[in-house]
């Protein structure tokens, strides 16, 4: 599963890409210098994990991660080919989620492609751009069923009643799943990759003294907002390069205490791309490896072990169990289940974030 980082040109995409990453996209002062989308893998921060490296001193410690995709800058008439749109919008389509970066900055050297600043503005640009190419796919789909359409098929005519409800909303702009049942947006909409019903997570990129308590431009975001169900974050763009540029654990604590920052803002934006894209992990743990796992919330113990192994699945007995605050405590897996603290559960049980397990299975 992927996230892709989405906005105007020069809003701060391709920088952002760089500082989680720590890779090299170009990132310059001028339109789509990002043409081919710029792809990483990302560690996702857990400091559960760290604890756990600490007192099991394990030979190999291996993080969950996230895959970030880097998308070029969007512009008026994307949807008709303008800015190698139609190309970008393909991009984006193949994403689980989105990032939206809106520039929330002033910086005369840096310029803007509308030759404003106004991030409520940018953000109707993009979104009105990604509702239109829905509204194309959607056009298309319906024109080949009615074409192909037999006398007295149900499905097809359920499929037609689906998606003109979903072309309804796109006309409208406004775009809500809870419209549509669990089924008829697993058959119907989601084989079509629509953008606009991907969730998303706003990004507002500001200026180093605004990294605190934001500025004006964050408050429009805000306010715009109110009461969707869409998160914000303030990351500044600019801070995080510099953070990039340290080479020590130390000069980077040093800089963000100076700032009177915690973490770094790349730590927040990956957690929060993380959830995002509606998962959380559990661990395993021994003296070999100490191991995130990614999966769905929601996810049952039957469905974690098959992310380890197929045969974990198909062999399943029964998962060992060890809730991650317990293990802290104890300090270890033996000590755990002295205190009786380990659970044997059975494959539907339904997986906590954090927790310890360990399979039974028998092929």
Known sequence: MKVGIVGLPNV???????CLSQSK??????????????????????LRLDK???????????????????IAGL??????????????LSNIRETDAIIHVLRCFDDSNIVHVDGKINPLSDKEVVEYELVLKDIEIIEKRLDKIKKTLRSGSNESKKE?????????QLENMNVSKVDFSDDQFEDYIKPLELISYKPILYVCNVGESDIIVGNSYVEDVKNELAGKDSE?????????????????FE????????????????????????????LHSYFTAGEKEVRGWTIKIGDSAYDAAGQIHTDFQKGFICAEVINYEDYIQYGSELKV????????????????DGDIMHFRFNI
């Not at 980077?252 to 509606?278: M, P, V, W």
């Not at 380990?342 to 906590?352: A, F, H, P």
């Open 12 to 18: 701060g995409k391709s920088t952002l890409f760089n």
């Open 251 to 278: 000069e980077k604590k040093i800089f963000l205490d100076d700032l009177g920052l915690q973490e770094s803002g790349s730590n927040k934006l990956i957690r929060a791309s993380y959830k995002l894209l509606n």
């Open 25 to 46: 996209a170009q990132s310059e002062n001028y339109p789509f210098c990002t043409i081919d989308p710029n792809v990483s893998i990302v560690n996702v921060p857990d």
């Open 337 to 352: 289940k002295e205190a009786g603290k380990m659970r044997l559960e059975g494959k539907d049980y339904i997986v906590s």
């Open 52 to 70: 756990l490296n600490t007192i099991i001193n394990p030979e190999k410690l291996i993080p969950t991660t996230v895959k970030i995709v880097d």
């Open 160 to 168: 037609i009643e689906i998606l003109e409800k979903v072309l309804f």
């Open 232 to 248: 914000i974050i303030i990351i500044s763009a600019k801070i995080e390069s510099e953070i990039n540029e340290l080479d020590s």
């Open 75 to 88: 512009v008026k008439g994307a949807s008709k080919g303008e800015g190698l749109g139609n190309k970008f």
